[in-house]
């Protein structure tokens, strides 16, 4: 569907202001109008528009200065590329030649007839959509450079990949699906840096790292001095703090039935207002999704709502488990074991066939995240060069499991406090941390697994308002 041309008029003479709008909308551009300099930096902070068309000489921040600001990304939120076009008197040319040298894209007299300022804004506008456009092929003759953290090249990864590069610029809501441990989060990091705005900011936010309703979206939303108790000034949101980036929302099943209600009208309405405010702020970015469980079923049993389960859900990525592409385990075994090798300053080791044989039957419960543990554990413990089936042994992977799950001892013995450390951090990632999940994962009761949480010292973001045992209850 067309969209039209946002144009963002700064000028403090509100009546001309409101002429030049009428014929700009007359050619079908889309209009709005800031009285100054300050509220323009406003206005830009948190909306999105395709272009600025300022006036130089204004009582609170001159054209100059809006320029000045706006390039060098004086306050957050900011575009620093956005076209910039200034309006000046027939008598103030020098100025507009100077407005030029800091940044504006061209300038046009206020004596101009109608048709030449359509024209030379039009001109600006395909300026600059080259000027992206080239940028994004940029961007995709260096895709390879962009998917280096992506290490696989089983079909599974490269479809991946292929999904990835066709998405990356298109706005639509994406929705990550996998295990936990799959690597959700590197795909959602890809998809923005392949985008239309590579160098906005990507905002990240655990759903399930803040229980509190009020406590999400205040970091969603933002608050007002005042809003709540402890409310001591204005904070902004992560909506607010993405602007034209992408906002990264990871594991939303975990989100309440309120949370759940407050996103859907943010996300309809591409508007939101901060707890305990009445101004509404525009919605200027992309939205990517991500969970570890089945929205669906979710949405079957009625603890997720139907009506945003089809506002996420128009684009799904699934990224299968490490078992089900165990042609990458050699791949990302020896990307890791360099990458640590490098972080703390090693000689380069090499693996034998043995060990990573090992790893390649392993079912590897935790993914693509317990494997880089597994390899920094290795680099860390290991004093030779080559890495052998002891080495690997020693952190934790003595059992060698099958598809017929059969567990063979391994012939120099395994330290079983070890193992049984390991298999719950296994299962408690698996289940994203939900205790309940996780003590089914491994066959054992509720009261085994809180003795186990306390025995380790596990601790999860999600559990500082709760004593452990609460945390069974669904």
Known sequence: MYEKPTILLVEDDEGYARRLMKNLEMDDFSVEIALGGNDALERLSHDYFDLVLTDVKMPDLSGLDLIEIIRKGGRPGLDTDIPIVVLTSINSVDTAVKSMKMGAADYITKESERP??????????????????????????????????????????????????????????????????????????????????????????????????NLLQSDLFGHEKGAFTGAIQQKKGKFELAGNGALFLDEISELTRLSQGKILKALENRRFSRLGGAKE????????????????????????????????????????????????????????????????????????????????????????????????????????????????????????????????????????????????????????????????????????????VKKFGFTHPAWRKHKPGDLFKE
């Not at 089809?310 to 089900?324: G, H, M």
């Not at 001892?409 to 996780?438: F, H, V």
């Open 116 to 213: 030449e300022i359509i024209l030379r804004l039009k001109k600006v506008l395909a300026q600059s959509r080259l000027i992206d456009e080239n940028r994004y092929l940029k961007n995709q003759l260096e895709l390879a450079n962009e998917f280096s953290e992506l290490i696989g090249d089983s079909e599974p990864v490269r479809g991946i990949k292929k999904e990835i590069s066709e998405l990356a610029g298109q706005e639509v809501s994406i929705l990550i699906t996998g295990e936990t441990g799959v690597g959700k989060e590197l795909v959602a990091r890809a998809l923005h840096r392949l985008g239309k705005n590579p160098a906005a900011p990507f905002i990240d936010v655990n759903c399930a790292a803040l229980p509190d309703d």
């Open 281 to 452: 702020i525009k919605v200027s970015c992309r939205f990517i999704f991500a969970t570890n469980t089945d929205l669906q079923e979710e949405v079957n049993s009625g603890r997720f709502r139907e009506d945003l389960y089809y506002r996420v859900n128009v684009f799904p990525i699934y990224i299968p488990p490490l078992r089900e592409r165990r042609q990458d385990i050699p791949l990302l075994a020896r990307f890791f074991l360099h990458f640590f090798c490098k972080k703390y300053n090693k000689p380069l080791k090499e693996m034998e066939q043995e060990p990573l044989d090992r790893l390649i039957a392993y079912l590897w419960p935790g993914n693509v995240r317990e494997l880089r543990n597994i390899m920094e554990r290795l680099v860390i413990r290991s004093h030779s060069n080559v890495v052998t089936l002891a080495d690997l042994e020693k952190c934790g992977l003595g059992i060698k499991m099958s598809a017929s799950r059969t567990i063979a001892l391994p012939p120099n013995g395994i330290n079983l406090d070890d193992l049984e450390r390991d298999l719950t951090s296994q299962a408690l990632e698996q289940a994203g941390w939900n205790q309940k999940k996780a003590a089914d994962l491994l066959g054992i009761s509720i009261d085994r697994m809180n003795s186990r």
